[in-house]
């Protein structure tokens, strides 16, 4: 099935309370790198990148499955939604960061067989969509940052966040090898990071699982307006 409107969205955590989304209504498809659950939502794909139950952790995504899938879909533009921690005292929980460059040392490629240098980037066309539709909705974020990627699927020590808050602005576990994958692809790819907590030791008070989760629930139902932003505009 081919996606006349170019549009993709991948996401997750914060994706999987949305009020649209009915998990009775996964779709389920195999590729040459192994099967793909999404939803279709007005013809969009949606992937959750953790499964639908939320099991799947970051250092078992399957990323080249999912950019497969979408590139068989007819999908051009990845709209992507990654929980991430902030790195700096002044980007507090709660807000956006939509990153222009990120740091991955943990490289993974389609280009395996051959010889074949991408050069990373993040699309500037959708990472300007993203300032539009929290421009528009009113949202605090942050239009620009450098994410870094750490493998999981634990926290950083404090010795790891010191070194690297020298480096970026937030860290996470996912977007990064999602955008080289995107881009060895053809395909356009960016961003919105939610802010959901401060990276270990960046702060006095300690990092727990808990506290993530309920700044995870504060911002959820921002995304889930900015997704309905993104499926409006598809439609103009």
């Known amino acids: 099935m081919k996606n006349k409107n170019k549009i993709g969205i991948i996401g997750g955590g914060n994706l999987y309370h949305l009020g649209f989304l009915d998990k009775e209504k996964a779709k389920k498809i195999n590729t040459p790198?192994?099967?793909?659950?999404?939803?279709?939502?007005?013809?969009?794909?949606?992937?959750?990148?953790?499964?639908?139950?939320?099991?799947?952790?970051?250092?078992?995504?399957?990323?080249?499955?999912?950019?497969?899938?979408?590139?068989?879909?007819?999908?051009?533009?990845?709209?992507?939604?990654?929980?991430?921690?902030?790195?700096?005292?002044?980007?507090?929980?709660?807000?956006?960061?939509?990153?222009?460059?990120?740091?991955?040392?943990?490289?993974?490629?389609?280009?395996?067989?051959?010889?074949r240098h991408v050069v990373p980037s993040l699309s500037l066309e959708i990472r300007n969509k993203f300032i539009n539709f929290?421009?528009?909705?009113?949202?605090?974020?942050?239009?620009?940052?450098?994410?870094?990627?750490?493998?999981?699927?634990?926290?950083?020590?404090?010795?790891e966040i010191k070194l690297i808050k020298n480096y970026a602005d937030v860290v996470g576990m996912t977007m990064p090898k999602e955008a080289t994958l995107?881009?060895?692809?053809?395909?356009?790819?960016?961003?919105?990071?939610?802010?959901?907590?401060?990276?270990?030791?960046?702060?006095?008070?300690?990092?727990t699982q808990e506290k993530v989760e309920q700044n995870e629930q504060k911002i959820n139902k921002k995304i889930e307006k900015i997704i309905q932003e993104i499926l409006k505009s598809n439609l103009l």
């Open 182 to 207: 995107a881009k060895e692809m053809d395909l356009e790819y960016a961003a919105l990071c939610s802010l959901d907590n401060y990276a270990h030791g960046i702060i006095k008070r300690p990092l």
């Open 33 to 115: 790198y192994g099967e793909v659950v999404y939803f279709l939502i007005k013809n969009i794909p949606l992937i959750l990148r953790h499964g639908l139950k939320r099991n799947i952790y970051p250092h078992q995504i399957n990323y080249k499955a999912n950019i497969q899938f979408f590139k068989d879909f007819g999908v051009k533009n990845i709209y992507a939604f990654n929980s991430v921690g902030s790195l700096k005292k002044r980007f507090k929980p709660g807000v956006f960061l939509i990153p222009n460059d990120y740091i991955n040392f943990d490289i993974i490629s389609f280009c395996e067989k051959e010889r």
């Open 134 to 159: 929290c421009q528009t909705l009113d949202l605090k974020f942050q239009k620009k940052g450098t994410y870094f990627q750490t493998k999981g699927p634990r926290f950083e020590t404090k010795a």
